[in-house]
């Protein structure tokens, strides 16, 4: 499929982009941003802005759509949701191959990322049958105590370039069914995908006639855009998925109007790897956890932290398997690692590579690749041994460089996986339960996720997704997390013909 034809079959082609508001589009009154493919540096678009009035018509609109879809039946909301999986399973594969061309990952993994947004919708439809709330046992007679969950209001999402369509499934997915619209600023790095989704998911808002016009909306641009959004008093959620820096803008003007925000955020993930684990298992879940995605996901592993008494043995083969690692154009059949999302990313993973060799590490890859390759930013992922204190190995780079560092005794190896401000995703390796088990007890990994015998990336969606500390606390997708997309609101019913009080009080 050529890049038109790629854009002509998501509807991409017959619309001016740049905003979006239900089936209004135009090109916006903000600058135009370009949008390059990582793969070899093609423009693929000039793509319009939102200035900040076109951000408040956006809410606007977003919030009149709620009036009348908070009214829809949950139920009937889930058959919205039902009928935009079917969209995105015969899109599946148009849709990855944009995800590839605009943001350079492997087809499969586009594809894998294009799965989720289908997996994410099905959870939701039968979420939508399924927002439960408690009745609880009042303490006075003839009276019924309960709990309801009803809908919030419109939902602003700001998202991450490196997962441009599953990020906003996941919040859109159940925001949808749990009566809110949507309204996106994608990364500026990949608006192409925001707008094929926002035209699928329009097609079947269309033909629904349960549904309002507005009940997504894609607002194109940069930070000001994020900074927008996060400031809207139509928006009482604000989900935020990016760098530790955004989130703490953004989570700090959410705070000054006490809205509530889901922050997703950066991570700095371990994999500890104890004497009795499998070596050979290992091996491969540290490999894809620490290139897949060329070390492009909040997820990617960045510290390996092995027993001493096999690290030489585990490294050896962790290099030979680095070696074997086909790297180039993700389009290309057999390519595992595709191109870095852009220059600065490549400028970044040198800059953190010279800081690691002057604090003591040990550099093995990490050269730019240029013979036979497209002109992207095309790397080899490095492998850096170095102490777990170094000031380097504390910070997320977002490029495939792993950290190597030993330990000797158990708990040290926890502390050292919990020592980092970021708390995001962990693992461990080994064969004795004792040491899984603790590893996953309260006293173990401090993270929102901690797996045993698996990497730290590539979660389900039936889990809450998030993690603690710098990452943010929010919790995303699976689960309960439905529950951040409601209000909660508490019942308290007298059928009797007296007016007894809580707590016994007498007021006659
Ligand atoms: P980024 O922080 O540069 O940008 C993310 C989004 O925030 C973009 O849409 C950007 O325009 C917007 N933005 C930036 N500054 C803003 C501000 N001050 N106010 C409002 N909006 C602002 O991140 P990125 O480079 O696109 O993505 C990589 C980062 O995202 C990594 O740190 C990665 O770990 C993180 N990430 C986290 C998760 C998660 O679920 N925890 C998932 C994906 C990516």
Redesign the pocket.
């Known amino acids: 499929m050529t890049h038109s034809q790629i854009l002509r079959r998501l509807g991409l082609a017959d619309q001016p982009l740049g905003v979006a508001i239900g089936s209004r589009y135009s090109v916006g009154d903000g600058p135009a941003i370009p949008t390059y493919s990582p793969i070899d540096g093609a423009v693929l678009a000039s793509v319009g802005s939102a200035r900040s009035t076109e951000v408040d018509s956006a809410t606007y609109a977003a919030r009149d759509a709620f009036h009348r879809w908070r009214m829809v039946p949950a139920p009937a909301r889930g058959e919205l949701v039902r009928r935009f999986s079917l969209v995105l399973r015969d899109h599946k594969e148009v849709l990855g191959a944009l995800v590839t061309l605009e943001v350079g990952k492997i087809r499969a993994e586009a594809e894998g990322e294009v799965q989720e947004m289908i997996d994410v919708c099905d959870f939701a439809v039968g979420l939508s049958r399924q927002l439960y709330g408690k009745t609880i046992q009042s303490e006075r007679p003839d009276h019924r105590l309960m709990e309801q969950w009803h809908p919030l209001g419109p939902v602003g999402v700001?998202?991450?370039?490196?997962?441009p369509v599953a990020?906003w499934a996941w919040n859109a997915a159940l925001a949808l069914v749990c009566g809110d619209p949507v309204v996106w600023?994608?990364?500026?790095?990949a608006p192409l995908c925001a707008f094929a989704c926002h035209c699928l998911l329009q097609s079947v808002v269309a033909s629904y006639d349960l549904a309002p016009d507005a009940l997504s909306c894609v607002v194109n641009?940069?930070?000001e855009?994020?900074?927008s959004?996060?400031a809207s008093h139509d928006l009482p959620l604000v989900s935020?998925?990016?760098?530790?820096?955004?989130?703490r803008?953004?989570g700090q003007?959410v705070a000054g109007r006490l809205g509530r925000s889901l922050l997703?955020?950066?991570?700095n993930n371990a994999l500890i790897v104890t004497p009795t684990a499998d070596l050979d298992l290992a091996l491969k879940a540290i490999t894809f956890a620490a290139v897949g995605t060329t070390g492009?996901?909040?997820?990617t592993l960045r510290r390996l932290i092995v027993h001493y008494s096999i690290k030489d043995a585990l490294v050896d083969r962790l290099k030979r398997s680095y070696d074997t690692i086909k790297i180039g154009d993700p389009q290309e059949e057999g390519v595992l690692i595709g191109p870095l999302?852009d220059e600065d990313a490549a400028v970044m993973m040198v800059h953190s590579l010279k800081e690691a060799r002057a604090q003591g590490g040990t550099v093995y890859g990490g050269e730019r690749l240029v013979e036979g390759m497209p002109s992207g930013a095309y790397v080899h992922p490095a492998i850096v041994e170095i102490r777990h204190d170094a000031p380097v190995v504390h910070k997320?780079t977002?490029a495939p460089i792993l950290y190597v560092m030993t330990y000797d005794d158990f708990e040290e190896a926890v502390a050292v996986q919990n020592e980092v401000p970021q708390g995001?995703s962990s693992a461990i390796f080994t064969g004795d339960v004792c040491e899984a088990e603790r590893f996953c007890s309260a006293s173990g990994s401090d993270c929102g996720i901690a797996n045993v015998n698996i990497g730290t990336s590539g979660a389900e969606i039936g889990g809450a997704?998030?993690?603690e500390k710098d990452?943010?606390g929010?919790r995303?997708s699976g689960s309960d997390s439905w529950k951040s997309y409601m209000r909660r609101a508490t019942n308290t019913i007298n059928y009797g013909h007296a007016l007894p009080l809580a707590q016994g009080i007498q007021f006659e």
């Open positions: 700001i998202s991450a370039f490196n997962f990020v600023k994608p990364s500026e790095k641009g940069g930070r855009v994020g900074q959004l996060a935020a998925t990016g760098s530790v820096a955004m989130g803008s953004v003007v997703e955020l950066g991570g492009q996901r909040c997820t999302i997320e977002f995001l997704f998030g993690g990452t943010g929010g995303e």
